[in-house]
């Protein structure tokens, strides 16, 4: 074979223009190595315990052997060796035969717990008393779930009080709603073991596992948080936070400019939501890509526009994400929503409630309303209404900001005395003094005015949300 | 005094991370230069090349004898072929024709360099011509080093040299 050819000078030329290493790997590399060398140290440690857990049953396993004695109580005087003859109920250490029919005992004397070795009880320390009902009972009768009957099992239960009077049940553990299903959702509710389907409005507690029936699955739960996935999740809270297990396929969570954090879990691996995120299932593993704000898998940052994946075997590089229909297809998060039926803090101004709308028609011409102090611009955001109006050519949609900078556009209505729902992308209304500002993420909103120059105006209802672009 | 690669191995064993640091930084480069060859995606390359090393620490032992960057590049193309067979089984499904190679990615490059058309080119060539071709052309390895990479005999290292050259030779001619 040629060494010199033509062709590898131009090979060597083209390949060693292209990039080496990505600057982080020789880092990467050292902290993967250090990890290793701390589970190594660790499973040596373990080693070393087990070790001496074992010298040390097995010396006393010896001592026993060689010092206590076995011997029955009926034939005391077999025992030998320099030991002293010593009652054998006093060291026994095997348990009371397990089959054993157990006598109660006649006396009102507090009884050993079941299944406790009676010789063994070398210190008397206060035992939950089985037997301490007021109804002193010298008959072995059975008393429900109380008393237990004698069961041929060796594990002691000293642990089991019978405190609760035996008609409590024991008392379940605290459900927590996160959800209501909403309509039109393909979802399946993990129920006593199997799986049913769920209908709309009812209600999804913490801890209970979902399935996708079909397609995709989008909640938008009580603490604000939108959901969407395609395969099978369990959220619950844990100390605060949203815990999501992940069981298969993906999910995409959005929880930008919620002050709860989202966690979620998946084949050991955890990641960490503050924004927009796809978390997917992967072999032993999973992968989450960043939208928007942030987001951090196994610890490990994931920069916005990218995905990395983590296993037991570290948090790889990121690589560009794509978006899928899981995302493409998200419905808005709702972010506010103002709904004309009196709790909406109107400003009362000449606008009036009448059968479920906010009726302008008299000076001074607009319906206005103000938000809660801290609703803030979030990227994606977009403002929605339906609203009609009569005798219109000009609306006026004014939001200010807590520092009174107003932001308007203006607009004509499409059809004369129509209900219409109109969208509105926040980042593409101006300054009313600059045309070239527009809202910015994190600007605190503060009031919303819809002004016309028609003779009516009604608003059925607005909401300010969220769409991932 | 440099250090060896050898001596720099025998360092590891006693768990020596600055060894492990040299030994990075003087084959990272090209280390994932190759493997990107291998994969043609960079995320993968720098992975494998990231876990190659790993296992050099984790297990110092098993490089015997050899060259270490030999060594590391077979590890880190067993590495990525085994990470590629995984991601094409799981993408099979949504994207096959999204993974199938472009039928002339010369043209795909047209208006690139010529550099980065030859690149391209080399891209899809056999994985093992490829390989062969660049551990042979770029990292000046024997054709028992290349075979022993490749798990394969020096006949067909040869062979698959004389190919890819022959398949360059007539893509984009003989001058440099």
């Known amino acids: 074979m040629p060494e010199n050819d033509p062709i590898d000078e131009l090979v060597r030329q083209s390949i060693s223009h292209a990039p080496g290493a990505v600057p982080g790997l020789a880092g990467r590399v ?78 009102t004397a507090p009884e050993a717990p079941e299944g406790l070795p009676p010789a063994e009880q070398d210190t008397p320390a206060p035992q939950p008393e089985p037997e301490s009902q007021p109804e002193p009972e010298p008959q072995p009768q059975p008393k429900g779930e109380v008393v237990e009957k004698p069961q041929p099992e060796t594990e002691p239960k000293p642990e089991a009080p019978p405190a609760q009077p035996p008609t409590e049940a024991p008392k379940a553990a605290e459900r927590v709603v996160l959800a209501v299903v909403p309509p039109g959702a393909r979802l399946n509710v993990m129920q006593g073991g199997n799986w049913r389907e769920a209908k709309e409005g009812d209600e ?196 200010f900001l807590a520092d009174d900078t107003l932001f308007k556009v203006v607009f004509k209505p499409e059809k004369d005395g129509a209900w219409l729902v109109s969208e509105f992308k926040l980042s593409e209304v101006p300054a009313r003094d600059n045309a070239g500002r527009r809202l910015q993420a994190g600007e605190l909103l503060r009031n919303f005015k819809l002004h016309h120059n028609g003779t009516r105006l009604e608003l059925d209802w607005v909401e300010f949300v969220r769409v991932q672009d | 005094m440099i250090d060896t690669d050898d001596m720099l191995v025998a360092r590891l064993a006693h768990g020596d991370l600055g060894a492990l640091d040299t030994i990075v930084s003087r084959h990272q480069d090209a280390l994932v230069r190759i493997t990107r060859v291998v994969t043609g995606n960079d995320a993968l390359a720098n992975d494998a090349a990231q876990e190659a090393f790993v296992r050099l620490w984790r297990n110092p032992q098993a490089f015997v004898g050899g060259t270490l960057r030999a060594w590391l590049i077979t590890v880190a193309r067993n590495v990525a072929l085994n990470e590629l067979r995984a991601a094409r089984r799981r993408t099979a499904r949504h994207d096959r024709a999204a993974t199938r190679p472009a039928s002339d990615p010369a043209l795909k490059v047209a208006g690139a360099d010529r550099l980065a058309q030859v690149r391209a080119f080399i891209d899809t060539l056999p994985e093992a011509e490829r390989t062969a071709l660049v551990l042979f052309a770029v990292e000046g390895m024997s054709q028992h080093e290349i075979a022993r990479v490749l798990a394969t005999s020096e006949g067909a290292v040869k062979q698959a040299v004389l190919s890819a050259r022959k398949k360059i030779r007539e893509r984009f001619g003989d001058s440099p």
Not at chain 1, 360 to 379: C, E, M, N, Q
């Open chain 1, 30 to 107: 050292r902290l993967r190595a250090q990890s290793e060398s701390a589970t190594r140290r660790k499973a040596r440690l373990a080693w070393v315990r087990a070790a001496v857990s074992v010298a040390a049953a097995a010396a006393v396993i010896v001592f026993v052997v060689l010092y206590v004695d076995f011997t029955p109580p009926a034939k005391p005087e077999t025992a030998s060796g320099n030991e002293a003859p010593k009652p054998a109920s006093n060291r026994a250490p095997a348990p009371l035969p397990a089959n054993q029919p157990r006598k109660p005992a006649p006396e």
């Open chain 1, 204 to 399: 999804i507690a913490g801890g209970t596992p979902l399935q996708a029936r079909r397609g995709y699955v989008d909640l938008q739960l009580g603490g604000g948080e939108l959901l969407r996935f395609d395969g099978q999740i369990t959220p619950s809270l844990h100390e605060g936070a949203l815990l999501i297990e992940l069981a298969e396929k993906s999910l995409y969570a959005d929880n930008l400019g919620l002050s709860r954090r989202l966690l979620v879990r998946c084949n050991g691996i955890e990641g960490a939501c503050a924004g927009a995120s796809v978390f997917t299932a992967v072999r032993g593993g999973m992968k989450a890509a960043c939208l928007e704000g942030e987001v951090r898998i196994d610890g490990e940052a994931v920069q916005r526009g990218t995905e990395r994946r983590a296993t037991d075997r570290g948090v790889r590089v990121a690589s560009e994400y794509k978006p899928d229909a899981l995302v493409t297809g998200a419905p808005a998060r709702v972010i506010a929503r103002y709904e004309m039926d009196g709790n909406t803090d109107l400003y009362n101004e000449g606008e009036r409630l009448e059968d479920g709308v906010a009726v302008s028609d008299s000076k001074p011409w607009y319906i206005g309303f103000r938000h809660a102090p801290t609703l803030a611009v979030l990227p994606g955001m977009r403002v929605r209404m339906r609203w009609r109006c009569t005798g219109a050519d000009r609306i006026d949609l004014e939001q």
